[in-house]
């Protein structure tokens, strides 16, 4: 019995410290559930400044290149993408200008500014400390006295 491949997962959350737009795929009746995936607070900004690391890209393109990179393990709903966007725009993180999809559709381009990678890098610092810490506790071989 397997998994039902064409059913996208939808996003929702319970924990306080856990964006209400973020949770792992959806589970088929038929498979045994698996845990959400409980993300850290700020989790949303790293992961959009990262995927706009890579060039510039208008909102649906940030949505659709993170859910492949995570192979739709994490999905991200376009009301809580589009408020993050604009948000990390006023902070001075993103800069934005009107363009068109390969589609010919009209949307608003995202780019990193100079205070955006200054953003990420420090976010990215935070992360790599954070799983060391996290780590020294998962591969302790027992209590400490």
């Keep these: 019995m397997g ?5 996208k997962p939808t ?29 850290v607070r700020g989790t949303l900004d790293l992961l959009i400044l990262k995927t706009l690391s890579w060039g510039p890209m208008h909102g649906l393109a940030v949505l659709r ?15 809580a ?7 990390m725009e006023e902070k001075g993180w993103l800069d ?3 363009g ?6 009209k949307a608003k381009f995202y780019r990193l500014s100079a205070r955006g990678r200054k953003q990420l890098a420090s976010e990215l610092s935070r992360w790599a400390k954070y799983a060391d810490v996290v780590g020294l ?6 209590a400490a006295p």
């Design 11 to 39: 996003l929702s959350a319970t924990v306080v410290s856990k964006p209400k737009n973020l949770r792992s795929s959806a589970i088929s009746a038929l498979t045994m559930p698996t845990p959400e995936i409980d993300l």
């Design 100 to 105: 068109y999809t390969e589609k010919n559709r």
């Design 96 to 98: 934005a200008e009107w």
């Design 137 to 142: 506790v998962l591969t302790a071989e027992r």
């Design 81 to 87: 993408l589009y408020p993050a966007l604009h948000r």
């Design 65 to 79: 290149w993170i859910e492949q990179t995570t192979r739709d393990q994490l999905q991200i709903e376009e009301g």
């Design 3 to 7: 998994r039902d491949v064409t059913q």
